[in-house]
């Protein structure tokens, strides 16, 4: 098994492939630094980072499984908050930070026993569900119930929620404080991409409704719909992304994530995910005879950190991947 520490990047890090000498020309930029969060090598994946708008000294940071760190000097040093894994599930993940426009801090992952079947995640799925733990001083400490947007008992048939991000509304605009998420519901038959909001600083949240118009495949290893992230305007419109089977789509909502429109493809690409040869997953899609993609890379050593970038290489140029992916 693959093992990996966690770095943050302060400004941009470089990653090295193979490349021609051209490519390789390129410097480092001015004043980069890397902070190793984790004195010991472990499974932490897929982090996620927030900088406080209110105070742009604080950053909060999360890993695999549901660890959080903070910062109160821009990232200069960072220390781990105690208390953000959930007792009550056997694994959690998929985790993604932001604040608010009064600079707390939240946490949205999701919850299971066991995963189902290997990419085919509602076969077999045990309880699982998508939930949000609060901060309410900046990431240092956080309360000690989570709030369920969405949740299922391990039912015969139940889905597997998947994939969860998290947008805040930090402007001044009418929606300010008001938080979004969006993420991938797996079913046995379909994939769809479903959305909630919370409008009491991640107090309670509305009843998902289903933004995709287009369903996907029920497997996570081609063809599936997944992959949300969204921003908001100053005036505190709200752009959501994600990838279907016609490619990287747009939906639009002007009136606080009540209502958006009918999505419409913005990038027509490939299915999601692909699978090139000896790198276990790729997030990207294939144009003439490269691809661009986004790649997680674990060294099996003891000393050398997770590398994460975004290139766009001659498929033959690809480094080949040692790492195994632990979530959907």
Known sequence: ?????????????SFRAQTS????????????????????PGQFTEPSI??????????????????????????????????????DYKVSGDVSVVYDNQGHAFLCYIAFDKLG??????????????FVRRSLDGGQTWEKDAVAVIAHASDPGIPFEDKPYIVADATHSKYAGNLYIGWTEFTLERTIMLFSRSTDIGKTWSKP????????LPRDDNGAVEGFTGAVAGDGTLYVAWCDITGVVLAI??????????????LKTGP???????????????????IRVT??????????????STFSLPLRKIAASTGRRRFA
């Open 50 to 87: 927030a900088v406080n708008p209110s105070n742009p000294r604080q950053l909060v940071g999360a890993f695999q499984n549901t660890a959080v760190a903070y910062s109160r000097d821009t990232g200069q040093t960072w220390n781990p908050a105690e208390g953000a894994a959930p007792p």
């Open 1 to 13: 098994m693959a093992r990996a520490f966690l770095a943050v990047c302060l400004l941009v890090s």
């Open 272 to 290: 999601s995910y692909f699978d090139p040869t000896s790198v276990g997953r790729g997030n990207g899609f294939h144009r003439s005879q490269s």
């Open 21 to 40: 000498p051209a490519e390789s020309a390129l410097q480092s930029p001015p004043g980069a630094r890397v902070i190793k969060l984790t004195p010991s």
């Open 295 to 308: 790649a997680s890379y674990s060294s099996p050593g003891p000393t050398t950190p997770t590398a994460i």
């Open 209 to 216: 409704i289903k933004i995709s118009p287009h369903e996907g």
């Open 253 to 266: 909502s002007k009136d606080g994530g009540r209502t958006f429109s009918r999505s419409r493809t913005i």
């Open 117 to 130: 079947t290997i990419n085919y995640w509602a076969h077999n799925a045990t309880r699982n569900g998508i």
